[in-house]
């Protein structure tokens, strides 16, 4: 056993129940993570008070070490803060219902109304009309139609380009006796918040009497998002919240804020430029994105679910040995893994792997597979130990023999130091939940 192991076990021996002392450091990380998420200092604080009392006394499972058994706790009680009771649109109305889509300029009103109208027809199998009243920007309304068409939702061309009001009420005109059962109306930002955009947002309010209305919030914003909220709410009501680009470098913390300093619901999440790119808002992953741990603990979970029990007691035997994690190793990982049908899935969480993704599922599956074995055949023994020797001269007599490009094995490298990675913080128990993961 490793020393850390060793040190984790004298720990679980010593202790069954949390206290203050042994989750002083797990809450001291707790709050560095939190911090680095973005979360509002006076959220933290409330935060980690609430996790104390809940935790304090609490009996833990022998395997875990009360750090482990404290991260439960976290990330329990994040998903919980979070979590909505109003999570879904309302469209409980005489048709049609009316969404209107509010926020400052950029944060992505305009790509978040597209996905919503194309999410709506598709998966609620509702007929959508979106209109623009963003006169501000010269190419807005353009800029809807051009989304419009790509997600074949019906588009309402304005017949003045001057007024949104007057272009609010000519698209409740023109919705008359026509089947649209929802309407999404996008409107025009400003920098920042101001008295003339709020004048005008509560005109076109209360001239549409909104079923919802959906601020967007840029994931990137951070500790200002709640005064944004807050400033909105004070002149229209806001239903719910659409937190953008949360594909980016943010660490998603700012949705903690936003539940806890404005009891906003936070309906959908923007995950991309594309207009497929959004989601149903999802507690769990955003949780685990604030705790940073979230593609290790997702691919583990994968992991255990796709390998069979032996391979997984094999895996966990590795693991409780201190054996280095090997390109063998990786192989038959994905080997296995692939077998059942999720490789694709696991890769696409790697990092890195904007090459990979571009492929079309199919290919991709065996494409991989293929290229990855044929190149760590075409390795020498000392190679497949020892990856770190592997530099351009080895790679180019690698890719010769295997039939691949240097950039793949690029690739292929990358892919394995990160899953490689994963083993050895699972080694050392820096993976919070590791136990509970791999036991079976
Ligand atoms: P608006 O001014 O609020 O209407 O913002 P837009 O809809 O025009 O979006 C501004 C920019 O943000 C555009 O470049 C969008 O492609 C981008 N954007 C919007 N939503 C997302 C998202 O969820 N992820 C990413 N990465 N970019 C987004
Ligand atoms: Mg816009």
Redesign the pocket.
């Known amino acids: 056993l490793t020393e850390h192991l060793n040190k984790i076990l004298n720990k679980i021996s010593n202790t069954g129940r949390l206290t203050e002392q042994n989750i002083q450091n797990t809450l001291r990380e707790v709050r560095t993570a939190l911090l680095e998420a973005d979360v509002s200092l006076e959220v933290i604080k409330n935060f980690i008070e609430k996790v104390k009392l809940q935790s304090i006394g609490k009996k833990f499972n022998k395997e875990l070490t009360p750090g482990q058994e404290l991260i439960k706790v976290v990330k329990q009680e994040l998903i919980n803060c979070m979590k909505n009771t109003n999570e879904h649109l309302n469209f409980s109305t005489i048709p049609p219902a009316i969404i209107l889509?509010v926020?400052?300029?950029?944060?992505?009103?305009?790509?978040?109304?597209?996905?919503l109208g194309k999410y709506i027809q598709k998966n609620k199998k509702k007929k959508v009309l979106l209109v623009s009243l963003?006169i501000h920007?010269p190419a807005?309304i353009e800029?809807l139609k051009v989304l419009s068409e790509q997600i074949q939702v019906d588009f309402f061309s304005p017949l003045t380009i001057h007024n949104p009001l007057q272009i609010a009420q000519d698209a409740l005109s023109y919705v008359k006796n026509k089947m649209y059962e929802v309407i999404i109306f996008?409107t025009a930002?400003r920098l920042h918040v101001n008295e003339n955009m709020m004048k005008e947002l509560n005109q076109i309010y209360n001239s549409i009497s909104p079923i919802e209305t959906l601020l967007?919030i840029?994931?990137m914003i951070g500790q200002d998002a709640h005064n944004i909220i807050n400033q909105f709410s004070k002149n229209i009501n806001i239903t719910g919240i659409v937190i953008?680009?949360?594909?980016?470098n943010a660490r998603a913390g700012v949705a903690l804020s936003i539940k806890e300093m404005t009891g906003k619901p936070i309906k959908f999440?923007?995950?991309?430029?594309k207009v497929d790119?959004?989601e149903a808002f999802n507690p769990e992953k955003i949780a685990n994105r604030i705790l940073g741990m979230g593609d290790t603990i997702s691919i583990i979970e994968e992991i255990e679910r796709k390998i069979t029990k032996k391979q997984s007691h094999n895996l966990k035997k590795k693991i409780n040995s201190g054996k280095k994690f090997t390109l063998n190793d990786f192989l038959i990982h994905i080997t296995e893994i692939n077998k059942s049908g999720g490789i694709v899935n696991l890769i696409n969480r790697l990092p890195q792997n904007d090459v990979l993704k571009n492929q079309s599922p199919n290919s991709m599956n065996n494409n991989i597979l293929k290229k990855f074995s044929a190149i760590i055949q075409s390795m020498n023994h000392t190679e497949k130990m020892d990856p770190d020797i592997i530099k351009s001269s080895r790679k180019k007599r690698i890719a010769l023999g295997s039939g691949t490009k240097v950039q793949d094995i690029n690739i292929m490298l990358k892919q394995f130091l990160y899953l490689q990675n994963i083993m050895k913080k699972v080694k050392t128990g820096n993976i919070k939940s590791i136990f509970e993961n791999i036991k079976n």
């Open positions: 889509m926020g400052l300029q950029g944060m992505g009103k305009t790509t978040t109304t597209a996905k963003d920007r807005a800029q996008d930002g967007t840029d994931a953008t680009k949360i594909d980016g999440m923007g995950i991309g430029e790119d959004i």
